[in-house]
């Protein structure tokens, strides 16, 4: 398998509060990496991390095997134009979906490859088209983001982000802003691209999904990485307090009944 990113002992603090405390993690070409962990643990900036939307205090990223940024004497130093690169090939789903309101569906997923690839105006039609097929919304092209629903506009902002054409995909709470009956349309979506060999770093709460898409599992607590293992390991037979109890509390998987001789 190909390496696609590698992080080194990445760090993150803001002002006295040390958020991410010294991540080590390596996400292999078509792998799906599901991060989870309770509020404050850490998630969201290790994801805001590896696309930039904030600067790592300490540790290295590595994108395809090459360092973002340049280290001098042993601190990192990020050129806006290095990131602006690496921007366009990590895509991001958030929790909120923030289409332009005034631009038509497929207006919204042909933007990033125009403003950002700078590509001909029928290439980017080609990808707003091919990218909304793929979610299933090609028959909303010419509709407005007003005019659909919440898991209808996380699957445009979906389509978005792949019309980047991206090494890597992040999902941060993808489905969390949705009302429950809207949440499994956006994940089969998910699932669909894990099984197309889409690479996938996705934060989520959602414990069936984590169970049966993800080749790995992460637990984060208090800024590190608790536990990992695949599905099974962590979800079936969590080996740390931390990590069960955060799964107690959600009681989508039940812990293994003591064995008694």
């Known amino acids: 398998m190909n390496q696609v990113l590698r992080i080194e002992n990445l760090q993150k603090s803001f002002g006295d509060l040390d958020v991410l405390k010294g991540i080590d993690l390596t996400v292999e070409k078509g792998q799906t990496i599901v991060v989870l962990g309770a509020s404050g643990s850490g998630k969201s900036t290790m994801l805001r991390c590896v696309n930039f939307m904030e600067v790592p205090t300490g540790g290295q990223i590595f994108l395809d095997g090459k360092l973002v940024g340049t280290d001098t004497n042993g601190r990192m130093d990020y050129a ?56 299933g919304l090609g028959w909303k092209a010419d509709a407005y983001p007003a005019q659909l629903s919440g898991g209808q506009q996380q699957r445009v902002a979906i389509a978005r982000a792949l019309a980047m054409e991206p090494d890597i995909m992040l999902f941060d709470e993808a489905t969390s802003a949705l009302d429950p009956e809207l949440v499994g349309e956006v994940l089969e979506t998910m699932k669909e691209l894990a099984e197309e060999g889409m690479t996938m770093l996705i934060v989520t709460h959602e414990l069936g999904f984590a169970y049966t898409v993800a080749d790995k599992v992460l637990f984060l607590s208090e800024g590190r990485i608790l536990e990992q293992g695949t599905p099974a390991e962590v979800l079936t037979y969590p080996q740390q307090d931390g990590t069960k109890n955060f799964l107690r509390g959600h009681g989508t998987f039940r812990l293994p009944e003591p064995q008694i001789d």
């Open 80 to 135: 806006e134009r290095d990131l602006t690169k690496l921007r366009a090939k990590v895509g991001m789903v958030f929790q909120h979906f923030n289409l332009f309101p005034h631009m038509t569906v497929l207006e919204n997923v042909m933007e990033g490859p125009r403003t950002v690839l700078k590509c001909h105006k029928a290439e980017c039609e080609r990808r707003g088209k091919t990218y909304l097929d793929k979610v």
